[in-house]
Structures are given as C-alpha cells and as structure tokens.
C-alpha cells in the first residue's frame, strides 16, 4: 500500500494545490472541443487522485466520474468536487457498465509499468468510451524524450507544513520503466517533523508503442507536445 497515496493522502492539497492545474487544463480543453460541444457531454477520469485536475476540467461537462484505486485519495477529491461521482477501481480492469464521451487519464497512466498494464488501462478506456468519444492521456514521461528531473514544493496551512524532494531517473536504460524516489517531510503544530521516503516505479514506453497500444485498443491515435514538453496522447474511437 502506498504511502504517497494512503497514510499521506490528506496532504495531497497541500503537496499538490489544486490552482497549479488551471493552466495545463486550459491546454487540454480545446483538444476536447468536439467532445465537449455535444449536448450534455459526460468525462470519465481514471486515477483521479485527489480530483485536481478534474476541479478545472468539470466547467466543460454536464457530468463527471472520477475512479482511483486509492480510497484515502478519493475522499480528499470528494471534499473539493462533491458535485462529481466518485467509484473506487484499479484503471486495469475497471467496469462500471457505462459508457462517457471523454475519458481521460494523466499522471496517473505512469503506474502502469509493463506494455501488459498499458494495454488493459486502454482496454478499460476504450469499454467506456463512447463511439465518437474521446481519449486524454497525459504521461510524465516517454522513452523517446526522457530526462532525469529533480523537483521540490510543498507549502504550508493553518499550522500545518509539507515539503517534498522528486527525484526522476532510469536506473536501467534497456527495460520499460524508470524510478522517482519522493522524500516529504511533513510537520504538524509544534510536534517534531515526520520523514517519508517512498519509490515510485514508472512506466517508460516509446511514442511508437504508445500509439501501437491505441491502435490495438480500438482507437484512432495521435501523439502532441504540449507546452511542458510531455507528449500528450489523444485517441478517438471510430464511431
Ligand atoms: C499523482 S496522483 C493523480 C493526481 C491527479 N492527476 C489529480 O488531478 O489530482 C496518481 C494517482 O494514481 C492512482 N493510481 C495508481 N495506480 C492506479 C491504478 N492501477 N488504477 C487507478 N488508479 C491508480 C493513485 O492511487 C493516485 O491517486
């Protein structure tokens, strides 16, 4: 069970504030426009986390489903989007019995380590999207343009104070994942600080196996470079 995602789960607003999504959602919006510009439209998100992106994207759509594997994190996005549906399922093999017209997955796809992983979570996407629908996938990282990358934040609230460390790399160049080790350190009142460190194992996959992935999966793919330099994935199913 993770640590990041569990027994730290109700610092996410304070590791990740939630303003920090509005720009990369103003990106992601227009790549939706013909889904969102239906009547009534419907999004999906697989491993929605503490519902961040979700808070921007949710202006665009009459109804919005947010699923994760981890019920800590579904409760802190609860608390910010009580107006959206909140299920609890492993992207893998989800099955909610309906379809949407967006479903979208970001960081979130980087658990899915091995090709095997990848091709169930687009299986699960393809299930619910409808035809004509849409995919959004956004991951950290892809093979072809991979950096090791070193990041930090964290702030504090009401007596309450979290920094982190993110350290990104690839131990082994010649397999399909890389590692971030995430160090927090968190404080709370005058009690003496708690340290974590946890190791995050990542998918790594090569832009043309992503779109071979897509394809096998029932979608018509495309790869973009969004303005951060992640390739962002978009998969429309034949309707
Ligand atoms: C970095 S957080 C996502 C944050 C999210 N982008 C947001 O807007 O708040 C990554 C999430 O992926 C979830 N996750 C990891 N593996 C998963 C899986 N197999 N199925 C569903 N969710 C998964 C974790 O529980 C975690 O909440």
Redesign the pocket.
């Given at each position: 069970m993770?640590t990041f995602?569990n027994t730290l789960a109700a610092w996410?607003p304070l590791i990740?504030p939630v303003e920090d999504?509005a720009e990369e959602v103003e990106f992601f919006l227009p790549l939706l426009a013909e889904a969102t510009a239906r009547p009534a439209p419907t999004l999906l998100e697989?491993?929605?986390?503490?519902?961040?992106?979700?808070f921007h994207l949710k202006r665009a759509f009459h109804h919005v489903t947010l699923?994760?594997?981890?019920d800590a994190?579904l409760e802190v996005?609860r608390q910010l989007n009580p107006d959206c549906d909140h299920h609890a399922?492993?992207?893998?093999s989800l099955r909610l019995g309906q379809t949407f017209d967006v479903v979208f997955i970001?960081?979130?796809i980087d658990?899915m380590t091995t090709l095997d992983d990848l091709r169930a979570a687009l299986t699960t996407a393809a299930v619910h999207c409808r035809p004509g629908g849409l995919l959004l996938i956004v991951p950290d990282h892809v093979r072809d343009n991979f950096d090791p990358d070193t990041e930090h934040g964290g702030v504090d609230v009401e007596g309450r104070s979290i920094r982190y460390l993110e350290w990104t790399y690839d131990p082994d160049s010649s397999d399909s994942t890389c590692v971030t080790d995430y160090v927090f350190i968190v404080r709370e009142g005058d009690a003496p600080p708690a340290v974590y460190h946890e190791q995050h194992v990542f998918g790594l996959f090569t832009v043309d196996e992503w779109l071979a992935a897509l394809t096998e999966a029932g979608f018509q793919p495309e790869s973009i470079l969004d303005p951060y330099d992640r390739y962002v994935f978009i998969g429309r199913k034949p309707g």
């Open positions: 993770s995602y996410w990740s999504y697989l491993g929605s986390g503490g519902g961040n992106n979700a699923t994760d594997l981890s994190m996005s399922g492993d992207m893998r970001h960081d979130a658990y």
